[in-house]
Nanobody, 120 residues
Framework: VQLQASGGGSVQPGGSMRLSCSAS????????MGWYRQAPGNQRELVAA???????NYSDSVKGRFTISRDNAKNTVWLQMNSLKAEDTAVYYC???????????????WGQGTQVTVSS
């Protein structure tokens, strides 16, 4: 199973950006999906997560500015980021709890990181 993230880049403060992450491979089911970020010198932190049923939760630092959504049929999760700030600059990683065909457990899978830079 692989997660492919896309959509990073550079944007000015106050701007918007949308990240996308699609899962592919021998997938039976995906439970929670989420986005994490890691800035230089910092630990990786949870930004937003969403259950299979669509319940979302956010870190306090992005609440009201970021929106996470998903399409279960497409095994895809998005992160819409608005009102971006310099402190949002980081490498963003998607994560999903995936159950492969023929298995009994959900395992965490990470996508490759995508750089988001907010700078004037």
């Amino acid at each position: 199973v692989q997660l492919q993230a896309s959509g990073g880049g550079s944007v000015q403060p106050g701007g918007s950006m949308r990240l996308s992450c699609s899962a592919s491979g021998n997938i039976f089911s995906i439970n929670n999906m989420g986005w994490y970020r890691q800035a230089p010198g910092n630990q990786r932190e949870l930004v937003a997560a969403i259950t299979r049923g669509g319940t979302a939760n956010y870190s306090d630092s992005v609440k009201g500015r970021f929106t996470i959504s998903r399409d279960n049929a497409k095994n895809t999760v998005w992160l819409q980021m608005n009102s971006l700030k310099a402190e949002d600059t980081a490498v963003y990683y998607c994560n999903a709890a995936v159950k492969e065909n023929g298995t009994y457990r959900y395992l965490g899978v990470w996508g490759q990181g995508t750089q988001v830079t907010v700078s004037s």
